[in-house]
């Protein structure tokens, strides 16, 4: 079983960047797809992005994209989401994902981290 770990969350002005991070531990993250999802105060879970198990395909939101992106170093055993541009709709609460298909569904996502805030001020 594979445990994740979210840091790098927190306060941000509009229109600033913040780079999420996620350590696994346990097992080696390169037999899963990686994933990015957030759930703001009032919303279901949305999926963000994800990261294919070498890192060579990767999808987004259509809301994030150009302005986020996701990456992996399967060597350190973590993948990170970077944020740019951020606006009061990018405030939730975002979660690392690994899961066993290439696919923006979160049932196929069967291991999750704790979350960490992202607070966009306006």
């Known amino acids: 079983q594979v445990q994740l770990v979210e840091s790098g969350g927190g306060l941000v002005q509009a229109g600033g960047s913040l780079r999420l991070s996620c350590a696994a531990s346990?097992?080696?993250?390169?037999?899963?797809?990686m994933g990015w999802f957030r759930q703001a105060p009032g919303k279901e879970r949305e999926f963000v992005a994800y990261?294919?198990?070498?890192?060579?395909?990767?999808y987004y939101l259509d809301s994030v994209k150009g302005r986020f992106a996701i990456s992996r170093d399967n060597a350190k055993n973590t993948v990170y989401l970077q944020m740019n541009s951020l606006n009061s709709e990018d405030t939730a609460v975002y979660f690392c994902a690994a899961g066993r298909r290439l696919t923006s569904d979160r049932d196929n996502y069967d291991y999750w981290g704790q979350g960490t805030q992202v607070t966009v001020a306006s």
């Open positions: 990261i294919s198990w070498s890192g060579s395909s990767t």
């Open positions: 346990g097992r080696t993250i390169s037999n899963y797809v």
